[in-house]
């Protein structure tokens, strides 16, 4: 029932996405605000309305399962997350831990292969990066 944007840089596909779809956009804080209400999540967040957190990217899922908890805690449900990239860095993992499943577009292995396939980037590089990638698994 909501889109969910997580700090910063989700914030824009959220609203984004939540324009094109017609899904009332709700914004998580980093911090409660030192005034006012001291609310992590802004906008209508009714108790057991399902949430789909947003963000750019996932390294190790930790911004994700910190926008989950404070959903949680104001009574949302958050089991998907969506991101452009995930840099395969056991965000995944630790989001599956958490009751989030995540879902991404692409993964930073596809981005090198298809880097590699357009000849944008030499063997040496290739080789590098995917050995960079195997080391943080």
Avoid: C, W
């Avoid at 996932?58 to 959903?71: N, P, R, Y």
Wanted: glycine share 8%.
């Amino acid at each position: 029932e909501r889109i969910g944007g997580v700090p910063t840089a989700g914030v824009p596909y959220a609203a984004a996405i939540s324009y094109k779809l017609r899904k009332p956009f709700i914004d998580v804080r980093k911090g409660a605000k030192p005034h006012g209400e001291q609310k992590m999540v802004e906008g209508l967040l009714l108790p057991g309305d399902r949430v789909v957190l947003v963000d750019d990217l996932v390294t190790t899922g930790q911004s994700l399962i910190d926008a989950a908890k404070a959903i949680r805690l104001e009574g949302g449900l958050v089991e998907h997350a969506v991101v452009l990239i995930d840099r395969l860095e056991e965000g995944a993992k630790r989001l599956e831990e958490n009751g989030v499943r995540l879902h991404a577009l692409a993964t930073i292995r596809d981005i090198v292969d298809k880097l590699r396939e357009l000849d944008a980037i030499e063997e040496d590089e290739y080789a590098s990066i995917l050995e960079r990638i195997s080391e943080v698994r």
